[in-house]
């Protein structure tokens, strides 16, 4: 078992480490104090053994079911960026070093300092962990230090840089040992993977040229803000005329996918064919093949696969895999990427080899390492039969292996391509109050036709700390999104009241844009959480996880007959209720998060027919018996009661 193969490399390789080794107060008592948050100095071997064999000595704990990967309906998830969620300043010098020290351990997070942090973790109440790629990271066009987890050098290793060299086990053991641990504290491990591009240095590129995208080496990339004729006479996307582009959105929306435009034929003479295998050479960090003519060739990055007059520069790191091969298709666009036309499209012209690579990545972490699911990146963009053959693997290994889609739409399109839950919207729309509100009375008129996100924040978007509101937007969102049927969804550093993001993809303004770069964006440079804040809400996560756990078969129920929408004479107060059978939960919130608010708020009424004494007619006539409440709310305060044993007789309280 590999945790025994862990905690014998913890006693058996023990000695006094030489640099000081301190770790955060939440990882000893595993988040059940959340009062100690100093950092206690001990050595690492007995620190680790002692985490790992209480968690072997444990009877394994269930893992929440479901057939064909449904379980995902019941998921309460954590997200964790290992690099990033457990970076500590180990030796207390006021930085975080790359690359372990003499002892032999790192500062940068491993697997296993989040093997010692699933405690905490399942304390908080999640059931599933969820964690950003985790594999080989290349070099060539590396952003910040580091380097971007979504630029893999090989899917089929993991990252080395997640080990721990002290302990002389290899990363494979000790992701083998976080997932048998997390599996026996009764939680699940789902991986995100993106099957569409590769690093630019990939290590297929030597062996399979014809898998990858080639342009003459001599050709730079276009930079940012550049004029026209430096476009024209760069590499970036194609430049399409505005009657074309006209064409495209017309022919793209209504679905057909014939003879769509290709790019301008100076922009498709900059791609060359594959060069063969032989001649291919590393240049610094870059590959470099040189054609039978003596000309030489590189990689070119990826760019945003759609719309097709988006002006960014080229990505540095990445490239798009070449998934189908025609000689009159020998470049990078639209409708190569994502909106294949129908004559590439065909089957003759697929690069099977590449396929069945493909195919393979999933069920080599089922085997290998026993994960229960994974989260698609950029899946929009794999065409449909090898995405089809990518799940059908993967539930031929295991038939309740869930599919997460990056998708930030809920639509039944993802349910047919056989997914068990997206990421939605909600996580984009929380922070404005008309959203919710429009959110939350779709949710209470119509089912949604696959699980989704209900999360504030995930490791593209503005923290939710750092939102307008801070501690007080941080709370309505936590409550609110626990009395949705969707999926809790916590991004790590959430509970520690992390305020910088992890990247700049989604929702940042043109100012906070400026503030960051690579050199000081945790996705791509090290970085550590502050783990030793005084102040905490470790707690309100726990206590927000609780209520779910509690009432989890009314709050997970997408049914829109669980929702009664109820109503206030104050418009910044949002009133909702969820029912099902004897259990009656209400929300009344401000949605307001300056001012404090007050106002009557309607949970439920319900019409009764009277007899008439006088002046009606002889069928008597209707009155309204109601439930209130009169609220005076702090911004953004979420009420949450429980009405379970009131019938909705007429009964008026006044609450704070």
């Known amino acids: 078992m590999s945790l025994r193969a862990i905690l014998h490399a913890l006693e058996s390789r023990r000695r006094t480490v030489h640099a000081p080794y301190y770790v955060p107060g939440l990882w000893i008592t595993g988040g059940a104090g959340t009062g100690m948050t100093a950092a206690v100095q001990v050595n690492p071997y007995d620190f680790y053994y002692m985490i790992i064999a209480r968690i072997a000595a444990q009877p394994p704990q269930p893992l929440v079911t ?3 990967g449904e379980w995902s309906a019941r998921a309460v998830v954590y997200s964790l960026f290992p690099r990033v969620t457990t970076a500590f300043d180990h030796d207390g010098d006021d930085q975080v070093s790359i690359g372990p020290n003499p002892d032999g351990w790192r500062e940068t997070g491993t697997l296993l300092k989040c093997l010692a942090l699933l405690p905490y973790i399942r304390e908080m109440g999640f059931n599933t962990v969820h964690l950003l790629p ?4 290349g070099r060539d066009g590396r952003k910040g230090n580091l380097g971007s987890p979504y630029a893999i050098r090989n899917a089929y290793q993991l990252d080395e840089n997640l080990d721990e060299p002290a302990l002389g086990l290899s990363v494979d053991e000790l992701f083998a040992g976080f997932v048998e641990a997390a599996h026996r504290l009764g939680m699940r491990v789902v991986l995100e993977f993106v099957l569409r591009t590769a690093a630019k240095d990939s290590d297929w590129i030597p062996q399979h040229p014809d898998w990858f995208y080639w342009i003459r080496a001599d050709v730079p990339d276009r930079p940012a803000r550049a004029g026209r004729t430096a476009m024209l006479n760069s590499y970036g996307q194609p430049i399409f005329p505005p009657d074309t582009l006209n064409v495209i959105y017309s022919k793209v929306g209504r679905g057909d996918f014939n003879e769509l435009p290709p790019p301008p034929h100076q922009y498709r003479a900059l791609f060359t064919p594959p060069p063969p295998p032989g001649s291919i050479f590393k240049d610094g960090d870059r590959y470099i093949g040189v054609l039978p003519d003596g000309t030489q060739v590189r990689v070119p990055g990826a760019f945003t696969d759609w719309p097709p007059n ?14 189908y091969d025609h000689v009159d298709f020998n470049y990078m666009a639209y409708n190569t990427l994502r909106m294949y036309d129908t004559r590439l499209a065909a089957p003759e012209n697929r690069n099977l080899p590449l396929w ?4 393979g990545v999933i069920p080599h972490y089922q085997k290998q390492f026993g994960i229960d699911g994974v989260l698609i990146d950029m899946g929009h963009a794999l065409p449909h039969p090898l995405k089809q053959r990518i799940i059908g693997a993967a539930r031929d290994v295991n038939p309740d292996f869930a599919f997460w889609d990056e998708n930030f739409s809920i639509e039944g399109t993802s349910r047919e391509e056989g997914y068990n839950a997206v990421v ?15 959110f939350i009375s779709q949710l209470a008129h119509h089912a949604m036709p696959i699980p989704f996100f209900v999360g504030s924040e995930n490791h593209n978007t503005p923290r939710t700390f750092d939102r307008y509101g801070g501690v007080a937007y941080a709370h309505y969102a936590l409550a609110l999104s626990i009395g949705l049927p969707g999926i809790p969804f916590i991004n790590s550093g959430f509970e520690l009241a992390e305020t910088h993001p992890l990247n700049t993809g989604l929702g940042f303004s ?4 400026a503030r960051y770069s690579p050199e000081n964006l945790p996705l791509f440079s090290v970085w550590a959480y502050n783990w030793t804040r005084a102040e905490n809400y470790v707690k309100s996560v726990r206590h927000a996880m609780n209520i779910r756990r509690q009432y989890e078969d009314l709050l997970s129920d997408p049914a829109p007959s669980t929702f009664v929408m109820g109503s206030s004479d104050n418009p910044n107060i949002l009133v909702f209720s969820r029912r099902k059978g004897n259990q009656w939960l209400s929300f009344i919130a401000n949605t307001d998060m300056a ?5 009557r708020a309607l949970l439920a009424a319900r019409q009764v027919r009277v007899p008439g004494l006088w002046g009606t007619g002889e069928g008597g006539m209707d009155v309204y018996q109601e439930l209130a409440a009169n609220a005076y709310l702090a911004p953004g305060y979420v009420l949450i009661i429980d009405n379970s044993h009131m019938a909705p007789h007429s009964r008026e309280g006044s609450t704070r």
């Open 66 to 68: 479901g057939a064909g």
């Open 134 to 137: 985790i594999t080989a990271i």
């Open 310 to 323: 988006d002006v960014q520069p080229p990505w540095s790191d990445v490239t798009y895999l070449r998934l």
């Open 356 to 359: 069945e690579a493909q195919i």
């Open 424 to 438: 939605g919207y909600w996580m984009l729309s929380v922070h404005e109050a008309h959203s919710v509100r429009n």
């Open 510 to 513: 043109s100012e906070q844009l």
């Open 595 to 599: 001012h404090e608010q007050h106002g």
